[in-house]
Antibody, heavy 118, light 107 residues
């Protein structure tokens, strides 16, 4: 069974940092483009970042560019999101998602909650 | 960036109704558009990809169509399990963007 499991969320003060992880299983992780999508409380979905299968190409939403870094470890089948200079508006549930050729996010994790507050 | 605008924001309907949700793009693109369904407290699930392709396991009452700047999701006969929030997403170019969502409520 294809599964994605996010972890690393929590409460952090404004200006702080957090690293999210997404452990993948049930598919060949090293061949999949991976994404992060977030959802603020009561709000819609916002695409955050994507990374190519090799990790050689990365993409970011303007709202996080320069503050967040996406990376992956294909040996550990794990996706990461390093979040620095966190702001209150980064408070959200963060989902990782797997790309499947023509389908942008065919499998999603259950999400991990990040709260930025003093 | 391509902006996606969904309408309506909220839709009240009854079981058995035919329902249509529209997604308009700020610029024209090819068929790289997906539709997702999300229920409270759960991750979204993909229903439709590449404008009109039905994802595996999704009931055939869901269908997608459109081109250019206007795309639609249709539910031919609304079922109790379909009351949820629906999002369109363009994946033609980065940054990917979602519509703001359409909540389908019970009338």
């Amino acid at each position: 069974e294809v599964q994605l499991l996010e972890s690393g969320g929590g409460l952090v003060q404004p200006g702080g940092s957090l690293r999210l992880s997404c452990e993948a299983s049930g598919f060949t992780f090293s061949t999949a483009v991976m994404n992060w999508v977030r959802q603020a409380p009561g709000e819609g979905l916002e695409w955050v970042s994507a990374i190519s299968d090799s990790g050689g190409s990365t993409y970011y939403a303007d709202s996080v560019k320069g503050r967040f870094t996406i990376s992956r470890d294909n040996f550990k089948s794990t996706l990461y999101l390093q979040m620095n200079s966190l702001r209150a508006e980064d408070t959200a549930v963060y989902y990782c998602g797997k790309d499947a050729s023509m389908i942008p996010m065919d499998v999603w994790g259950k999400g991990t909650t990040v709260t930025v507050s003093s | 960036d391509i902006q996606m605008t969904q309408s309506p924001s909220t839709l009240s309907a009854s079981v058995g109704d035919r329902v249509t949700i529209t997604c308009r793009a700020s610029q024209s693109f090819s068929s790289w558009l997906a539709w997702y369904q999300q229920k409270p407290g759960k991750a979204p699930k993909v229903l439709i990809y590449k404008t009109s392709s039905l994802h595996s396991g999704v009931p055939s009452r869901f269908s997608g169509s459109g081109s250019g700047t206007e795309f639609t999701l249709t539910v031919s006969s609304l079922q109790p399990d379909d009351f949820a929030t629906y999002y369109c997403q363009q994946y033609n170019s980065y940054p990917w963007t979602f519509g703001q969502g359409t909540t389908v409520e019970i009338k």
